[in-house]
């Protein structure tokens, strides 16, 4: 019995052994084994070759450059709720603000509304001062309201969107909001609610067609 | 009692039996030793087999002096690759230390590593293959995290303005779990991201946790591969950490099979 435990024993030292040598070997493989760099080359040759990589790196960059928008053109990060206003590479002004919710709202008829901001590039479709928000069917249903006609006077609430609106198309806004304590929270139905300054910063910079960066 | 000659018949047996598990699992990890080299083997016929990359190479940058430029010039060109892709792409710059975010070729989000490290198999690599490798963006084929990309909350629609009032949602930071990531790009290379600082006892379970699922997933197709006589294959890996918050953001901003372009000197 005392044998056969001592044999056990050596096996299952000499495994985990031999399991310790496994990244010495294969560091001993790397050094003899190390990527291949040759430097047989002519001075003259290799000079050229070095411009020519210069000036492909150069005009690379350029167009790499030409990417970036020129004018302004705002960041939304959905995950911490934050903003960032660039011109270029220059970042004029950062701040909190909120987005969707990750609500998934159900209903008993099989409906379902999903409360999320979308990501990707998106261009400012149209601008508004003073916007009236027309209420939506899950707007009610969310309340546990009936849904009333399409143009029904119920639908339309004033002052609701702050006093400057951006469309990203697809019915997503930059708006205002009445809940400021609630800015830096996922609290949305998938709009972006900024504060009153900001709003406005926004609403004076960006125009029609400036892009809208959203992750 | 028992019969001296069947003892030593017994202990016989059990020599030769530990013997060859001895020679088998000495096998075994010399296999695994080797399945660096016959993965750059692998990525090295790959190369020579693209006739089209290899008359566009210049030997010329496997010269010491010309190697860093040459790979800055794979990494712009990857960067261009992907820039005519408009959705949300991933750039790893291990030699500014940087991880950023990237929509249509605009860096709209930027974290700094606080630690990083690289395989000796991708820091080993010959020039040529560095070049067919990373001049491309890379297709993450699988990933695994800790964490859930979209923290959806389910609510059900209230009866009356009553079970509104009593069921309105409550705002809040999303639930924060222990940040882990784990993703498998082309070539079999591995790229795992780990939150840079572990206080609890719920993140350092969840990092054995994440650590063993790979281990125990991996230990079980080398052992398939072993007795099915098959080459080991090997995962050439990139392990970052970087602040929680910022890996959080990644990964949720990341679509699934987003583009990564690496680039390492």
Redesign the interface.
Known sequence: MR??LK??F??FI??LL??G??PI???I??AF???????S?QPE??LA??QQ??F??AK??K??AA???RSY?L?I????NEFSLYKGTELIHQDKCSTG????????DQQEW?F?TP???FRIQSKTTSPVWKKPDWAF?????PVPSANHSSRFEYGVLGDYALSLGHGYLIHGTLYQR?LG???THGCIRLNDDNLELIYNSLSIGS?V?I? | MQIPGIKIRQLGTLNITAGILFVIVFIFLFCIGLSPLHKRNELANLTKADSIFMSAYNNLYDDPLLAPLSRQLAYKKALLHMAENDSINLIVNLSDSNIHLTINGVIIHTTRLQSFDIDPLLLNLPNNIYHKIFSHPLYIVEEYATIVKEPIVVRQAPKNPEEAAINAYQPDTLIQNPAFLRMQLDYDIHLVFEQDVNSGWNDQKTQVAFRMKYRISHFFERLKAFFSLKKQNYYPTIRIKMPVNDLREIYRALPTHARVVIYYS
Not at chain 1, 33 to 39: R, V
Not at chain 1, 77 to 80: P, V
Not at chain 1, 141 to 145: D, K, Q, T, V
């Open positions: 044998s056969t044999t056990v050596i096996v000499t495994i031999l399991a040598f496994l070997l294969q560091k493989i790397w084994n190390p990527a291949g760099t040759t430097d080359s040759q290799l070759a070095k990589l210069e492909d790196l690379l960059d167009k790499l990417k970036i928008p053109y960041v990060n959905t995950a911490s919710s990750y609500v998934l709202l159900k209903n008993d999903m999320k990501k990707g590039e249903i969310e309340e546990g309201l609630f929270l996922p609290v892009k960066f992750y």
